[in-house]
């Protein structure tokens, strides 16, 4: 099960950390991500993790923006969002794979959190 949080409204510019909390004692068997639907829009891929942190996946509007991040002692997912715009408004989901690699379409993901909401203002 996974839970997503940390999402709130802040002004264009500002900065938020999402986490995600994954219950059980796999966590490190799971490749995670981060992905985010607009209003009227599809769910798109963000970022993705592997099984150890050790390699990222971005997409390409959010690189050098965003930062993925996970702490397999504490079964968190992280996604550190910097110099937030409007058009990041969405609400933002965390899912996992049980896989080592990262993987950045949401059709390889079986598990999902139930979302959190980010809204910046211009």
């Known amino acids: 099960q996974l839970q997503a949080f940390g999402g709130g409204l802040v002004q264009a510019g500002g900065s938020l950390r999402l986490s995600c909390a994954a219950s059980g004692s796999q966590f490190i068997n799971y490749a995670m991500g981060w992905f985010r639907q607009a209003p009227g829009k599809e769910r798109e891929f963000v970022a993705a993790i592997n099984w150890s942190g050790s390699s990222t996946d971005y997409a390409d509007s959010v690189k050098g923006q965003f930062t993925i991040s996970r702490n397999n002692a504490k079964n968190t997912l992280y996604l550190q969002m910097n110099g937030l715009k409007p058009e990041d408004t969405a609400v933002y989901y965390c899912?996992?794979?049980?896989?080592?690699?990262?993987?950045?379409?949401?059709?390889?993901?079986?598990?999902w959190g139930q979302g959190t909401q980010v809204t910046v203002s211009s």
């Open positions: 899912a996992a794979k049980a896989a080592r690699y990262t993987f950045t379409s949401r059709r390889d993901y079986g598990y």
